[in-house]
């Protein structure tokens, strides 16, 4: 299967809200809420298909735009095209070239040879985000022709969104449809982990809670029209461990599927009347992400112990049941959460006050890098190198951490009552009762 198939479950009594995709396309087991909080949102109805592209008739729950930045770093801004049309090429008809005093010399050129894979063809497609000039930018080197993003519900049950950017491929009578990989079409072919991909998607009266992602510098924004919401992530395709049952998920004898590299994002919203941290008053512009998709969940929050706790899981075996499978997790934390879970009233205090934890059941040696930093009023924490099959990091406020106390001015005033003469320092000088302010 080329798709997710998702469901959701109850995990005991703990109320913990999940979410499961197909090992074919995205393995996620998302762990939703610790706890139910209560919040002051109407319920909403999130469309479960997949969404359009926006248009004058459809403003809402739609793809709005889709853009792309190869190793040159300039945006490519793409077209939607519809199955069945071609795109339209760029024209030239006013393009004028002097050619008169122009030498060409081919007798000892040699032009680089480029291979380009064949891709086995998937499921029929509405359409495809592209351009004209795909392959004179070099988008086509790893044979997909288009992009299609596929933003609907996780699953039937759930408003949370689920989006997943797929490689296209046209044939010469421009019908689109999803590539696969050759000989498996069990599996979406790669995406080009050189490029980075934006999206673009109005998403309705959802209100964000905690942005999930698949790829390496992920980011999300999350802006808000005359209560119609707009949510733009971005990031580069990163190649993930896709298992074939959940047991090699666990224990570190488990062999992957396939790795397929993908990007894809996960929306859990605060609307119906819960939240999806199970913390009252947080942005709503939290963002984590992953390539261990088996159990990548958003974070738990223990008051107590004033604690995160992430997961993220993985088959420990690459398909060849030797090679080890590597991972990374990111957590960007504005810091007006900071302050409400930890009470960090500086986000620069995050680098010496909190401690980052990564549990694993092998020995990681040298291969683990795990830094905190912030950048733009945001705490960074990035932990890479680590193996799977299951790790836990935690992030934990300092036990013996202690705010700098501000040093404050103080002042020195004479005071005077009578003869008698006092110098009073202090940040608020005040003179004793009976002394005047000389």
Same mark, same amino acid.
């Given at each position: 299967?080329?798709?997710?198939?998702?469901?959701?479950?109850?995990?005991?009594?703990?109320?913990?809200?999940?979410?499961?995709?197909?090992?074919?396309?995205?393995?996620? =087991? $998302?762990?939703?809420?610790?706890?139910?909080?209560?919040?002051?949102?109407?319920?909403?109805?999130?469309?479960?298909?997949?969404?359009?592209?926006?248009?004058?008739?459809?403003?809402?729950?739609?793809?709005?735009?889709?853009?792309?930045?190869?190793?040159?770093?300039?945006?490519?801004?793409?077209?939607?095209?519809?199955?069945?049309?071609?795109?339209?090429?760029?024209?030239?008809?006013?393009?004028?070239?002097?050619?008169?005093?122009?030498?060409?010399?081919?007798?000892?050129?040699?032009?680089?040879?480029?291979?380009?894979?064949?891709?086995?063809?998937?499921?029929?497609?509405?359409?495809?985000?592209?351009?004209?000039?795909?392959?004179?930018?070099?988008?086509?080197?790893?044979?997909?022709?288009?992009?299609?993003?596929?933003?609907?519900?996780?699953?039937?049950?759930?408003?949370?969104?689920?989006?997943?950017?797929?490689?296209?491929?046209?044939s010469t009578s421009n019908k689109v449809?999803?590539?696969?990989?050759?000989?498996?079409?069990?599996?979406?072919?790669?995406?080009?982990?050189?490029?980075?991909?934006?999206?673009?998607?109005?998403?309705?009266?959802?209100?964000?809670?905690?942005?999930?992602?698949?790829?390496?510098? &992920?980011?999300?924004? /999350?802006?808000?029209?005359?209560?119609?919401?707009?949510?733009?992530?971005?990031?580069?395709?990163?190649?993930?461990?896709? $298992?074939?049952?959940?047991?090699?998920?666990?224990?570190?004898?488990?062999?992957?599927?396939?790795?397929?590299?993908?990007?894809?994002? =996960?929306? &859990?919203? +605060? +609307?119906?009347?819960?939240?999806?941290?199970?913390?009252?008053?947080?942005?709503?512009?939290?963002?984590?992400?992953? +390539?261990?998709?088996?159990?990548?969940?958003?974070?738990?929050?223990?008051?107590?112990?004033?604690?995160?706790?992430?997961?993220?899981? $993985?088959?420990?075996?690459a398909p060849d049941g030797t090679t080890?499978? /590597?991972?990374? /997790?990111?957590?960007?934390?504005?810091?007006?959460?900071?302050?409400?879970?930890?009470?960090?009233?500086?986000?620069?205090?995050?680098?010496?006050?909190?401690?980052?934890?990564?549990?694993?059941?092998? +020995?990681?040696?040298?291969?683990?890098?795990?830094?905190?930093?912030?950048?733009?009023?945001? =705490?960074?924490?990035?932990?890479?190198?680590?193996? /799977?099959?299951?790790?836990?990091?935690?992030?934990?406020?300092?036990?013996?951490?202690?705010?700098?106390?501000?040093?404050?001015?103080?002042?020195?005033?004479?005071?005077?009552?009578?003869?008698?003469?006092?110098?009073?320092? $202090?940040?608020?000088?005040?003179?004793?009762?009976?002394?005047?302010?000389?």
């Amino acid at each position: 299967m080329a798709d997710p198939q998702m469901w959701s479950y109850f995990s005991g009594g703990s109320m913990k809200k999940r979410v499961i995709a197909g090992a074919s396309a995205f393995a996620l =087991i $998302a762990s939703l809420l610790a706890s139910i909080a209560p919040v002051a949102n109407a319920a909403i109805n999130v469309p479960k298909s997949s969404w359009p592209v926006c248009s004058q008739s459809r403003t809402v729950y739609c793809v709005e735009s889709v853009s792309v930045t190869g190793v040159s770093g300039v945006p490519i801004a793409l077209t939607w095209v519809a199955d069945g049309l071609a795109s339209t090429p760029v024209d030239t008809a006013t393009v004028s070239s002097d050619s008169a005093t122009a030498t060409t010399e081919t007798s000892t050129a040699n032009a680089p040879v480029s291979s380009i894979p064949s891709l086995s063809t998937g499921r029929a497609l509405s359409g495809r985000w592209t351009t004209p000039d795909w392959s004179a930018e070099g988008l086509d080197s790893l044979g997909y022709s288009g992009l299609f993003v596929d933003a609907k519900t996780a699953n039937p049950f759930v408003n949370h969104i689920f989006i997943n950017v797929l490689p296209t491929i046209t044939s010469t009578s421009n019908k689109v449809s999803l590539a696969t990989k050759p000989g498996n079409s069990g599996f979406t072919a790669d995406l080009d982990s050189d490029l980075t991909i934006e999206v673009k998607v109005k998403t309705g009266e959802v209100k964000p809670g905690v942005l999930v992602g698949v790829g390496t510098n &992920f980011t999300g924004d /999350y802006s808000t029209t005359n209560s119609q919401s707009t949510i733009k992530f971005g990031g580069s395709p990163v190649a993930v461990p896709l $298992a074939g049952k959940s047991a090699d998920c666990s224990g570190e004898t488990g062999v992957a599927r396939a790795i397929v590299v993908q990007l894809q994002a =996960i929306l &859990f919203i +605060n +609307n119906e009347g819960q939240s999806a941290f199970g913390v009252d008053g947080l942005t709503g512009d939290m963002v984590v992400s992953s +390539n261990g998709v088996c159990d990548l969940s958003t974070p738990v929050w223990n008051a107590e112990d004033k604690e995160f706790t992430f997961t993220a899981a $993985a088959p420990h075996f690459a398909p060849d049941g030797t090679t080890l499978n /590597y991972g990374f /997790y990111k957590a960007v934390i504005p810091a007006a959460d900071a302050k409400l879970l930890w009470g960090l009233e500086n986000a620069n205090d995050a680098v010496k006050a909190l401690n980052v934890q990564i549990i694993t059941a092998v +020995n990681e040696g040298n291969n683990l890098v795990s830094t905190i930093g912030v950048r733009n009023g945001k =705490i960074i924490v990035d932990i890479s190198g680590f193996h /799977y099959s299951r790790p836990k990091l935690k992030i934990s406020l300092k036990k013996d951490w202690k705010p700098v106390t501000k040093m404050l001015n103080k002042t020195t005033i004479t005071c005077t009552m009578g003869k008698s003469v006092k110098k009073i320092t $202090a940040v608020k000088p005040m003179c004793p009762r009976g002394y005047k302010k000389k």
